[in-house]
């Protein structure tokens, strides 16, 4: 099942593209050089997309699949190439559609021509049985879990583990439940020799008037006493801020790449560039005039 998308021939790019019209994009591509080489501590994390069907589909004010082809170029642009790419939920525009998947694999099939795996993960707009299908063809891995999207990618400096907090397509709240929690558990105690990230589409709150994961207590209690977690990455609010819990374990909201709720917050990505201790985070924005543009944030782990 396609939690990893592996890198596309170009004479796949060639085709996808025809069939979902991703011809704009071929300029990006063509723009890659040969040979071209990634580095292995710096990561693109996407979030948010909500790609519809339509590509000309507007919400917000947003053309959200000119944000993402912009993205696109963006990450392609970069003078340090990222070894891959994750897209951390909310793929699809709001009830994940197979024709939404369709336009998605289309838009990011760029960044596969260019050898970029990708991990993805879903959302509270997302469908997964219709993910799954969809994305059949590029299925590489198996589940961990049989019924969620999950999985351990291992880098240099870094493990990441990749949750899956969907519980019903188009209702708010996220939810892991028990299986997927002792998955994590028994995955992060089987994997304590580098810094552990876990990443998930919900974003925890400390607002108690407000459910963002309905078993948000017992995702904490699994990653707080494990001190070899270092960060907590979500998205699903459409903010970028960076905190630190009072354990240490620092709470990365990643922008979304299609609309704001909030005017004062950017639409954009995140590079991450993985250290021996610590991360530095580089916000790149869709608007480039934008004063946040290319701010960096630089985390150290907690010991
Ligand atoms: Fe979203």
Redesign the pocket.
């Known amino acids: 099942m396609p939690i990893t998308l592996p890198p596309l021939t170009r004479r796949q790019f060639l085709s996808r593209s025809l069939i979902g019209g991703a011809g704009l994009l071929l300029g990006s591509c063509a723009r890659l050089p040969a040979g071209r080489r990634a580095d292995p501590h710096t990561w693109a994390l996407l979030s948010?997309t909500?790609i519809a069907a339509d590509r000309a589909k507007v919400a917000r004010n947003i053309a959200m699949a000119a944000h993402l082809e912009a993205v696109v170029r963006d990450v392609l642009a970069q003078p340090v190439a990222p070894a891959a790419a994750i897209v951390n939920g909310?793929l699809a525009y709001n009830t994940g559609e197979s024709t939404d998947y369709a336009t998605f694999a289309a838009l990011i099939a760029p960044l596969r021509a260019a050898a970029l795996p990708l991990h993805l993960a879903l959302?509270n707009?997302d469908h997964r049985e219709r993910f799954w299908t969809a994305l059949a063809d590029d299925a590489t891995a198996r589940r961990p879990l049989a019924d969620r999207q999950v999985a351990r990618v291992a880098a240099e400096r870094a493990n990441w583990f990749i949750l899956d907090s969907l519980d019903q397509t188009n209702k708010t709240p996220g939810r892991f439940g028990e299986a997927q929690l002792a998955w994590l558990a028994r995955e992060l105690d089987a994997h304590t020799d580098r810094p552990a990230l876990v990443v998930t589409h919900h974003n925890p709150t400390t607002d108690p008037t407000k459910v963002s994961i309905i078993d948000e207590a017992a995702l904490y209690a699994v990653l707080q006493p494990r001190r070899q977690v270092k960060a907590h990455l979500f998205?699903?609010s459409?903010v970028w801020s960076v905190k630190t819990d009072a354990t240490g374990l620092h709470r990365i909201n990643l922008p979304?790449t299609a609309y704001v709720f909030d005017a004062a917050q950017p639409a954009g990505w995140v590079i991450a560039q993985l250290a021996p201790r610590g991360v530095k985070l580089h916000l790149r924005c869709v608007d480039p005039t934008r004063k946040d543009h290319g701010e960096v944030k630089e985390l150290t782990w907690r010991v």
Do not use: F
């Open positions: 948010d909500h909310d959302g707009h998205g699903h459409h979304a």
